[in-house]
């Protein structure tokens, strides 16, 4: 099973790049947040959990989200591999998951970043912002997410660098043009 993490900060297109990947290899597209949001809406036991601590105004646990994706990965073990999107987002959570497909035989296949300037991204965010009617996505509260994103992410990088699985594809151009150089990275 090929398992693929998809990194870059908000704005640089892993959704849209994850859903191509996902159609091509024939794989499972995992976005953490879709995930939340379908358990939820489910009235799963998972979802009712998930509910407390979102109508609490908390986040949700690195133990919690592994106890999700785990299930993600029991009920979807027959594909032939995973597109993760938006996780891991810690160092911990990183760990956290090789320790849980590690339980299940497998293992992160590869780590792809979308790498896109801060300028662009917050361009891009502004206008999806724009077109998406969110008035609470300034320029300033998205530099901050920025910020958090990288403060965050560096550790990832090393952890992932130092495992020899960690790629960079320059996120910018069509879609196409940035879907063809993730395809020859990733290579399965």
Known sequence: MFNLILFGPPGAGKGTQAVKIAEKFGWKHVSTGDILRAEVSQGTPLGLKVKSVMDAGLLVSDDLLIEIMES?????????????????????????????????GQEVSLVVALEVDEDELVN?????????????????????RLVQYHHHTKPLIDYYTDKKLYREVYGVGTVEDIFSQLCTVINP
């Open 72 to 104: 993600v990965f029991v009920k979807h073990a027959a594909v032939k591999g995973f597109v993760l999107d938006g996780f891991p987002r810690t160092l911990n959570q990183a760990q956290e998951l090789d320790k849980m497909l590690l339980k299940h």
């Open 124 to 144: 891009r965010l502004l206008k999806r912002a724009q077109d998406q009617g969110r008035k609470d996505d300034t320029a300033e509260v998205i530099k901050n």
